[in-house]
């Protein structure tokens, strides 16, 4: 069951652009994770931002949750040719004891 | 340095073959999870444990089973009832319930 989809699929965008991708799930979540995943590699935890949250920064990353909308945005601000990689949102659903991962948005960076 | 292994990185099975991936972590986490990753797609859950002892089917458990005999181990055998078995396969672990997830750099398997 997959509860995250992110929006778009595919981004490429030029180096010191930013970047902006999102995510929407359907029920009620304790919070919302997301994850970078380079070719072929494992995935990597980005920033958790609870239910109780609107916003959360981390270096260049901003994330923002509307739980009224059931979506989140992540923000990559100045990227750089290394952001190249997957983005994935997942979302830990009340009562789961596991998180559900979207399909994620392929990001490319543009030297 | 704490982290999660897996092994091996490339694995190749013939046709009617069980294999077994190994996955290890030194980080004294309670929940460990198998996924499985299509190309271009997102994660699939295959089976999780939340203690040693005890472990819970995910969405697409069929073809596959796991054994959590130690906190630190959670082998995924891939067994021959599982007729499309190519995937790239990745374990994680976490704290507990709700915590953020470690991966393990994953184990991609080849039918051949």
């Known amino acids: 069951s997959q509860q995250g989809e992110e929006d778009p699929q595919a981004l490429s965008i030029q180096e010191g652009e930013n970047a902006t991708m999102n995510c929407s799930y359907k029920?009620?979540?304790?919070?919302l994770q997301w994850y970078r995943q380079n070719s072929g590699r494992g995935l990597v935890h980005l920033i958790l931002i609870r239910s109780n949250e609107r916003e959360k920064h981390s270096g260049r990353l901003r994330v923002t949750l509307d739980t009224s909308k059931k979506s989140s945005s992540l923000l990559i601000t100045a990227s750089r040719a290394a952001d190249t990689a997957s983005y994935f949102c997942a979302t830990d659903a009340r009562g789961a004891q596991k998180l559900v991962f979207g399909q994620g948005t392929r990001l490319t960076i543009n030297p | 340095d704490g982290g999660i292994t897996q092994s091996p990185k490339y694995l190749f099975r013939k046709e009617g073959q069980n294999v077994t991936l190994s996955c290890e972590q030194n980080l004294n986490h309670d929940a460990m999870y198998w996924y499985r990753q299509d190309p271009g797609q997102g994660l699939r859950l295959i089976y999780y444990?939340?203690?040693?002892?005890?472990?819970q089917k995910g969405d697409i458990a069929e073809g596959y089973s796991v054994s959590r005999e130690k906190k630190e181990s959670f082998p995924l055998t891939v067994t021959s009832a599982q007729k499309n078995p190519t995937a790239f396969y990745l374990c994680a672990s976490s704290q507990g319930p709700g915590g953020g997830y470690t991966f393990g750099s994953g184990t991609r398997l080849t039918v051949v």
């Open positions: 444990s939340q203690i040693v002892n005890d472990f």
């Open positions: 029920t009620s979540i304790n919070n």
